[in-house]
C-alpha cells in the first residue's frame, strides 16, 4: 500500500467524522494527517512504529494508526466510523462537489442512503425543497452526480501506472511465460483508462489462476482479475511466442490506427519498427497511436525530435509555502537541481486566492528577497520570480501594473467563478491573455479528471489569441488536470505557440509530475523545440526579459 492510498484512508476519516457532526478539530486532525502522509516523499508502509514516530509530523498516535493500517489494511477508529455509516453514504462522501455536511442533511431528510439515490432525488426536484438547498444547489448536485456516473469504473493513467509496471515486472519473473508486454491504452498512456491490457505469450505450465495468485493478483466480487493498489481491472490476451509482434501491434494501437498498415506485413513481422518500415512509413510510438493524425505528423518529424523527459531544463508553476505548498523555496529549488534542472520557477496564488493563502503584496516583496539570496547561494542554478496570477472575471490579472512588472514571468490561470458559457470563458481568458504581463496560460478548462467537467472553451480561438501576443499554453501536467487537452497540443503547435510543461507542484514529489505532462505532449506528437522548459537558462532568460521589455 503506497503512501497515496494511505492518505485517503485518514481523509476519508476525517470526512466521516464531519458526517456525524464531530467538532471541527477533530475533523482538522484527520485532514492534516492525510495531508502529512500525502507529502511524504519516502514509500512509509515499510517502516516500524519507531521510524514512523521520527518523521515530523507523524508521533506518537499517528504513527500506532499507519502500523494497524499495515497488519490490517485499516485502522481501528476508521472501521468504527465505517460500522456507522451505510456503505452507499461513505460513497457519496467521497465525491468531490458535496461535502459531508450536505450528504448528512440529506440522509437525515431524504433518507438518500446511495449515489443513485441522491441522483433521483435531484431528477425528481425533492433536493431543492430540502433546508439549505434550493434550485441552484439541486442543479449543481444533479451536474455533479451525472458526471459522477459517467466517470464510475474508470481510473486515471497515474493510478494504474505503477500496479501496471509492477505487475509486468513479477509476470516476466514467472517461468511459465514466455512473452509479455503492457498494451492496449495503459500503452499508449491514455489520461483515462478502464482496464490494464496485457499480452501474454504462456508456456504449457501456465495456469492463470494459481500463477496470478502467486504474484499477488486477485479476483474482486465479480470474478476479474484486480491490481492489489487501485482495483483495476485486468485483461490478459493470449498470444503465441511466433504471433505476439503481430498480436502487440494490433492490440497496441486504435482498429483506426491498425487500418493503415499492411494486414500482410503485420502478421509477417519480427519488430514492430518493421511493421511500420514495411507498410511505407515511419514509426509511430505507441502514444500516438490513436487512429487520428498520427500517420502525417511522422511524415515531417522524426522519433528523435518528439518531446521526452530527459529534454526538459527547468520546472515552471510550482507553489511553496508562502501560499498553500508543503515546503519552502529552497527545498523545492534543491529537488530541482537533484533532478539535473537548470532553472526553477516559484509560482505561488496570487492575492485574490484567498482559499490558497495567496499572497499578499508585502509577501510576494519578502519572497523576491529570499529568491535574490539563494540565487546566490545556488549559483549558477536560478529560481525565477513568477505568480499564479489569478484571472478576475473581467479577464484582468488580480495586481497592479507596478507589481505585475516586478515578477520574471506571470502564470494567469482561472480559479474562481467557473460556471461559464463557451462565449463568456473564452472572453475572459483572451483578455488575460491580451494583458502584455501574462507569460503562461495556466490550465486552459480547469478541469479535474474523473473529479469535473472545465468550463467550455473555444480552443482555436484561445490558441489563435495566443500566438498573436507571445503567450505560452501550459500543460498542466497534473494528472487530474492534463490540462490543456493533447488533442490540442498540435494545432497551438502548428501555429507558432510554445506549450510549458509544468507540474503546478505543491509538494516536493509532485515536482515529477512532468512525466505525466511529457506522456501527454508525445501523444500529440509535440517535438521539444516547441516547448519552453526544453530552452537552455541563458535562452529562457532572454525570452522572459523580452516579454518584460514589450509590456
Not at 497515496?4 to 456525524?20: M, N, T
Not at 433546508?131 to 486515471?156: H, P, R, T, W
Not at 488575460?432 to 495556466?442: D, F, H, K, Q, V
Not at 472553451?457 to 487530474?480: L, M, S, T, W, Y
Request: hydrophobic fraction near 40%; proline fraction near 3%; charged fraction near 30%.
Amino acid at each position: 500500500m503506497n503512501n497515496r492510498k494511505i492518505s485517503k484512508l485518514f481523509d476519508l476519516a476525517g470526512h466521516l467524522l464531519e458526517l456525524h457532526g464531530e467538532n471541527q478539530f477533530k475533523v482538522r486532525s484527520y485532514e492534516k494527517a492525510s495531508d502529512t502522509i500525502y507529502d511524504i516523499p519516502t514509500p512509509i508502509i515499510d517502516l516500524n512504529e519507531k521510524e514512523l514516530e521520527e518523521i515530523e509530523g507523524v508521533g506518537k498516535a499517528l504513527a500506532k494508526k499507519i502500523v494497524q493500517i499495515k497488519n490490517t489494511g485499516s485502522f481501528e477508529d476508521l472501521d468504527k466510523l465505517l460500522q456507522l455509516t451505510p456503505p452507499g453514504i461513505v460513497e457519496l462522501v467521497g465525491i468531490k462537489g458535496i461535502s459531508p455536511k450536505k450528504v448528512a442533511v440529506l440522509w437525515q431528510t431524504l433518507e438518500i442512503l446511495s449515489p443513485e439515490d441522491l441522483l433521483d432525488a435531484c431528477k425528481d426536484g425533492m433536493v431543492a425543497g430540502v433546508k439549505g438547498f434550493g434550485e441552484k444547489s439541486q442543479d449543481n448536485l444533479l451536474e455533479v452526480m451525472e458526471f459522477f456516473f459517467e466517470s464510475k469504473g474508470k481510473f486515471l493513467y497515474m493510478d494504474a501506472e505503477q500496479d501496471a509496471l509492477n505487475l509486468i515486472e513479477k509476470m516476466r519473473s514467472l517461468t511459465s511465460i514466455d512473452k509479455v508486454e503492457l498494451t492496449g491504452s495503459i500503452c499508449r498512456k491514455d489520461i483515462i483508462i478502464e482496464k490494464i491490457e496485457i499480452l501474454v505469450a504462456k508456456k504449457d505450465s501456465f495456469n492463470e489462476e494459481n500463477d496470478l495468485a502467486s504474484i499477488e493478483i486477485s479476483k474482486n466480487d465479480k470474478g476479474k482479475y484486480i491490481t492489489p493498489v487501485y482495483s483495476v481491472p485486468i485483461e490478459l490476451i493470449y498470444s503465441k511466442s511466433g504471433n505476439f509482434i503481430a498480436d502487440l501491434i494490433r492490440t497496441t494501437g486504435t482498429k483506426g490506427h491498425v487500418s493503415r498498415l499492411d494486414k500482410d506485413v503485420i502478421a509477417s513481422a519480427t519488430s514492430e519498427e518493421e511493421v511500420y518500415d514495411n507498410s511505407g512509413y515511419p514509426y509511430i510510438i505507441p502514444e500516438m497511436r490513436e487512429g487520428l493524425d498520427e500517420f502525417e505528423t511522422m511524415e515531417n518529424i522524426s522519433e528523435e525530435d518528439i518531446i521526452a523527459y530527459n529534454h526538459l531544463k527547468g520546472c515552471l508553476h510550482n507553489h511553496s509555502k508562502y501560499s498553500d505548498g508543503a515546503n519552502t523555496v529552497e527545498e523545492m529549488a534543491l529537488r530541482c537541481m537533484e533532478l539535473g534542472l537548470e532553472y526553477f520557477g516559484i509560482s505561488d496564488h496570487s492575492q485574490t486566492a484567498v482559499y490558497a493563502n495567496g499572497l499578499q503584496v508585502h509577501s510576494v516583496l519578502k519572497q523576491f528577497e529570499e529568491i535574490d539570496a539563494l540565487n546566490e547561494k545556488l549559483a549558477p542554478f536560478k529560481i525565477f520570480k513568477g505568480i499564479e496570477s489569478d484571472i478576475l472575471g473581467n479577464g484582468s490579472l488580480d495586481y497592479e501594473d507596478d507589481i505585475l512588472k516586478q515578477f520574471d514571468y506571470i502564470v494567469a490561470s482561472i480559479h474562481s467563478g467557473l460556471r461559464m458559457n463557451e462565449a463568456d470563458a473564452t472572453k475572459r481568458l483572451i483578455t488575460a491573455i491580451e494583458n502584455p504581463y501574462t507569460t503562461i496560460l495556466g490550465h486552459m478548462t480547469g478541469r479535474l479528471l474523473l473529479m469535473r467537467a472545465g468550463y467550455p472553451v473555444n480552443h482555436e480561438k484561445i490558441i489563435d489569441a495566443c500566438a498573436e501576443n507571445g503567450v505560452c499554453i501550459e500543460i498542466n501536467a497534473n494528472p487530474r488536470r492534463l490540462d490543456i487537452d493533447w488533442k490540442w497540443v498540435h494545432m497551438a503547435a502548428e501555429k507558432g505557440v510554445m506549450l510549458s510543461i509544468n507540474p503546478d507542484a505543491h509538494a516536493i514529489r509532485e515536482i515529477e509530475y512532468m512525466k505525466y505532462g511529457v506522456y501527454a505532449a508525445r501523444k500529440a506528437g509535440l517535438t521539444k523545440d516547441m516547448v519552453l522548459n526544453t530552452l537552455s537558462l541563458s535562452r529562457i532568460e532572454k525570452i522572459f526579459q523580452h516579454k518584460k521589455q514589450s509590456a
